[in-house]
Each structure stands twice: as C-alpha cells, then as structure tokens.
C-alpha cells in the first residue's frame, strides 16, 4: 500500500521500531500490573500536557424538560478560560435509589456549530441535527436512549464545538476571510462556518502546542471536570460510571477512559487503530485533536485505552470505515485482546465489527447498552 507521505513512508514507519513499544504491557519483564501502569501513566501525563483546572465548578441549571419519559436539564459551567460549557443532563422521570452515570462524548464530523446536540433529542431539534443523527445513528439521540434503560446521562459541549466554539467576532479580521458567526436558522452559514473551522484546526493546534499543551490533553482535562459534574449529579452513584462515543467521541472515550479509573466501564465506538495507521495511510482523514507528541515509542494507540486494564472496555468497529484500514484495526483489536489476556482479565475486553461506513447504528447501540447494562446495573 502507497504511504501518504511517498518517498518518505519507509522512514516514517522505522520511526515506529519495537513492537511491542517501551511501555506496553505486551513487553515480557514487568513484575506487577500495577508497577506498569504508574510507569505508563505518568509518561503519558508527560506527554498529554495538561492544562491545570479546578475539580469543582459551579453548575447552573438553565430550564429542565420532561420529555418522553425522561427529565432533561440544560446546564452551564465556566472554566477559567473561554465561554461557558453547555451541557444536558438527562436521567428517567421515575427513578428509586441512586443510578449509574453515563458520560456521553459527542462525535466530530466537521461539525463544530454543534456539540452535545448531535446525541442527544430535546424540544425543537435542528434539521441538521436530524440529518446528522440520520447518517450516523440510525436516527437516533443515543443519549436519551441510553438514558431511558436506567442511566443518569451527562453530554457536554467538547472544546472547541458548539458554546465553546471559536467565534469569528473574537479572532482578527484578516482570519476570518469573510466568513461572519451565523445563526441559529442560517443553515448555510453554518456551512460556511464549520469549513472556516476545519481550516482553523491548524491555527489552533499551532497555538497550543505553541503554549505549551496539546489538544488531546485539553479534551482530557475538561473531560475530567464534566466527569465530576456527572459524578456529583443528584441521584448519581459515582461507584458505577461509564463514557463512550462516537468517532471524535470515541477518541475521548480512549483517553479518559484509559487514564481515569473512575470509569468503570467503556465503550469506543469508530476510533480504534495503530500509530502506523495514522502514520503512514490515514492522518489525511483525522484531525488535529488525536496527536500526542513522543508517545508512539512508548505505547501504541490502543494500549492508551489499554491502560484501564482489567476495567470493562467495548470497542465497537465498522469494516467499512474509511478512517482507518481494515487491517490496521484488526491489529489494533489484536492489542488490546493480548493486553487484557496479560492482566488477566480477557472477558472484560470485547472487540466488535460490524458491516458497513463509520456509524454508531442501533444493531451497535444495542450492543454498547447491553455492555453497559452488565457491568453497572
């Protein structure tokens, strides 16, 4: 297979030399799970960069619904830098007892007008939001439906998507190249928008590497604080925690899940596979959200979820998925299969691929909840 980079491919891919990487569990030699994974742990905090944030913020409920069954409260947080989160908080109209939480990651798509809108269903949906759950989701918001089995679900707006958005008014002029902040009705000025967005991806990335972090290590800080709103909900018990999502949200999935053991069961839908990958066939289709600096040598991508090993994980793949190779994803599978059999924990990992496109359809939404189901109810 022709490398994306040409000539260069073969370099590129000896960069990748020990497999297994200096850190994986894969490697023969380390004498307790535990010794491995403070070592894996804090190579990788090293390299996610971090950004310092409060473990508490003030929530402030804007309007709560009753809708189909569910009580759906629209929330706000602010973070020391930015707007404000919104986010949406949805739990059964009838409930006894505390319930298990679910963090629900939103998806990418080249979507950035919107955040926790594209999985989740309350008062008027936007058209576009229909549309989006009609291509990936078999049509349906699967945080409510989720929500609906007995679930206390959290979705937040992820930086920079939706009220956490770039807005054009705040960056100078010669960036925003005639493109002006849309709204909510102007369905082609949001359009515009999110390719404006798309081609900022790489003013951003620049920008934070520049000040010292990445954007991964962004998406997990704040991660970890809509985590602990879930965790201090109402009717919330903080010992039965679980996250996943879709694509972008998968990714998020990869990297809370792997590094904050208070989830206690994962699933990581259409964002699994191998730094080679990445490397050498599909970074052209991924955004600059993945990256983190100097650790394929040390941990391949999937032993990053790896990392919550012997805790539940469910990877859910399409055979079709033109993000990454069919090949590549199968090795990916492979990894975590071996990572979970050295743990000693082999039935609480579970690979599954499913025909057709990168989605998050209901044969598979079926399979995450029942996932979800046996290891927090």
Not at 120 to 138: C, D, I, V, W
Request: proline share 6%; glycine share 8%; hydrophobic share 40%.
């Amino acid at each position: 297979m022709l490398s994306m980079i040409g000539a260069y491919g073969e370099w590129a891919g000896s960069q990748l030399v020990s497999d297994p990487p200096a850190l994986s569990l894969r490697r023969d030699g380390w004498p307790d799970l535990e010794t491995w994974r403070a070592q894996a742990l804090a190579a990788l905090h090293e390299r996610l960069a971090c950004p310092a944030l409060p473990t508490e913020v003030d929530v402030v409920v804007h309007a709560a619904h009753h809708e189909d069954g569910l009580v759906i409260e629209e929330l706000s947080w602010q973070l020391p830098y930015g707007p404000a989160t919104r986010a949406v908080r949805l739990c059964p109209e009838e409930q006894s007892g505390p319930l298990p939480g679910i963090l629900a990651l939103h998806c990418h798509g080249g979507i950035k007008y919107f955040g926790h809108q594209k999985i989740t269903r309350y008062g008027q949906q936007h058209p576009l939001m229909t549309a989006h759950q009609a291509q990936y989701y078999s049509g349906r918001a699967w945080a409510n439906e989720v929500a609906r089995r007995g679930y206390v679900v959290l979705a937040s707006d992820a930086f920079p998507f939706a009220s956490r958005r770039v807005l054009l008014a705040d960056v100078s002029p010669e960036l925003r190249r005639g493109v002006v902040d849309p709204d909510w009705e102007d369905h082609e000025g949001i359009a515009r928008y999110n390719e404006w967005a798309a081609v900022h991806e790489s003013v951003m990335a620049k920008s934070l590497l520049s000040a010292g972090v990445t954007w991964p290590g962004v998406f997990l800080a704040e991660d970890r604080v809509a985590l602990n709103v879930l965790a201090t909900s109402p009717g919330v018990d903080a010992s039965r925690l679980g996250c996943g999502g879709l694509s972008g949200g998968g990714m998020r999935t990869n990297y809370l899940a792997g590094v904050d053991s208070r989830i206690r069961c994962a699933v990581s839908v259409g964002l699994m596979s191998t730094w080679r990958d990445y490397a050498l066939y599909k970074s052209n289709n991924h955004t600059w959200m993945t990256y983190i600096p100097n650790i394929p040598q040390l941990l391949d991508y999937p032993e990053i979820l790896g990392l919550r090993a012997p805790l539940p994980t469910l990877v859910l793949l399409d055979e079709q998925d033109d993000l990454f190779t069919l090949p590549e994803m199968q090795r990916a599978d492979r990894i975590l299969a071996e990572v979970y059999a050295r743990a000693g924990a082999s039935e609480a990992y579970r690979g599954s691929f499913y025909p057709g496109p990168h989605k998050f359809d209901a044969d598979m939404q079926q399979e995450a909840f029942d996932w979800f189901d046996r290891w927090l109810r």
